[in-house]
């Protein structure tokens, strides 16, 4: 996906199971910023991971929002 961005931030990673990964990044198009929540497969013929098109991407002045309705998560 960096092809797509204008501007990407690795934020975090973690497993979703032994072939994928879901990676958080800050990115930026067109003078737009957003948070990417998206999951990677592992691609083993060239030993890298590959965004899928599972994932969403948030407008970063809509982050405060989620991250008040992740508070309330048990």
Known sequence: MADFWDLEEPLG???KNSREEIQIKKVAKNSKTYIDIRTFWYDSKTEEYRPSQKGVTIPLEYVGEL????????
Not at 68 to 74: G, K, Q, R, T
């Open 67 to 74: 991250l008040s309705i992740l508070e309330n998560v048990e």
């Open 13 to 15: 990673k973690f497993a």
